[in-house]
């Protein structure tokens, strides 16, 4: 590929992130996606075979993203519990105020149709926060729970607190991420 092919691709990509981000999947037509990237509709479909896996494509990008975010600077041993629970759902939720573009692309996709394609499922597999919650439960330190309620008590609060900050924000601070964190802990440990 060229030049102009990357960077065509890239706008494409682009203009879908933000326009879905704020819009939603069904508020975001092709030609709205072309016109923001600055390219006809038909070169939408020359580099992707329909809005659908425009769309899942995004999706791999933004969460590529994301966890190389997150483990940019991460030790490679991580701490031990609760230690490593607090360093790694912290980053998370500093990573989705510092990104609300990425963080509510991700959540609207996250509880769409499109994560019953699979695509959700074998993200989750090696998920790095999914793996540090399967691990304390192993170790005996959060309670037994169905892995779906789990997931619901970790990342609720994180969602809750970035979906509100994404609306309206407000200040953010390392003693409020903590705080949050902190909870999430208390409410899953045994």
């Not at 102009?4 to 996606?33: C, M, N, Y």
């Not at 990237?37 to 075979?49: C, L, N, P």
């Not at 980053?91 to 105020?97: G, Y």
Request: aromatic letters at 12%.
């Amino acid at each position: 590929m060229d030049h102009t092919t990357d960077d065509k691709r890239e706008a494409i990509l682009a203009a879908t992130l933000a326009l879905v981000a704020e819009q939603g999947f069904h508020g975001t037509p092709a030609s709205q996606i072309a016109r923001s990237a600055g390219v006809g509709v038909g070169t939408i479909y020359r580099y992707f075979q329909d809005k659908d896996a425009l769309i899942r494509e995004l999706f791999e990008v933004v969460r590529g993203r994301v966890r190389a975010r997150i483990a940019a600077g991460q030790p490679e041993d991580l701490p031990p519990f609760p230690e490593r629970f607090y360093l790694q759902f912290g980053r998370l939720l500093n990573d989705f105020i510092a990104y609300p573009v990425d963080f509510r692309f991700i959540e609207q996709y996250h509880y769409s149709p499109f994560s019953n394609c699979g695509q959700i499922h074998d993200a989750e597999a090696d998920d790095p926060y999914l793996c540090t919650l399967r691990d304390a439960l192993a170790q005996g330190l959060i309670k037994p729970a169905p892995e779906v309620v789990l997931k619901a008590i970790a990342f609720g609060p994180l969602v809750a607190l970035a979906k509100e900050y994404s609306s309206r924000p407000f200040a953010v601070d390392e003693a409020i991420i903590s705080k949050t964190v902190q909870a999430c802990w208390d409410a899953l440990r045994c």
